[in-house]
């Protein structure tokens, strides 16, 4: 089975930090696009960013110049630097790994960002 188990989502005030990774579990070749998605309450889940295998990164406007997306591919990991947050960071963030054809999902981290 392959699983992504996040860790790192927390209850923070405005303009602290947070860093969320992502480990995967088991065999996977072949491993491509890694990244992070977000869903506030009552929202869609929407990209927040993405990494390739070698390093290349996108992000979504809202969040630029704030956070990193950054990847450990002998640790089988994915990490959000997360700076300066805001209120509106405030969402339930999956990681996930497109490997082998499929995408794998995260079971999500809760983060909450106060004023």
């Known amino acids: 089975q392959v699983q992504l188990v996040e860790s790192g989502g927390d209850l923070v005030q405005a303009g602290g930090s947070l860093r969320l990774s992502c480990t995967v579990s088991g065999r996977i070749i072949n491993r491509d696009d890694m990244g992070w998605y977000r869903q506030a309450p009552g929202q869609q889940r929407d990209l927040v960013a993405r990494?390739?295998?070698?390093?290349?990164?996108t992000y979504t406007v809202s969040v630029q110049g704030r956070f990193t997306i950054s990847r450990d591919n002998a640790k089988n990991t994915v990490y959000l630097q997360m700076n300066s947050l805001k209120p509106e960071d405030t969402a339930v963030y999956y990681c996930y790994s497109d490997a082998a054809g499929r995408r794998y999902w995260g079971q999500g981290t809760q983060v909450t960002v106060s004023s």
């Open positions: 990494i390739t295998r070698t390093g290349f990164t």
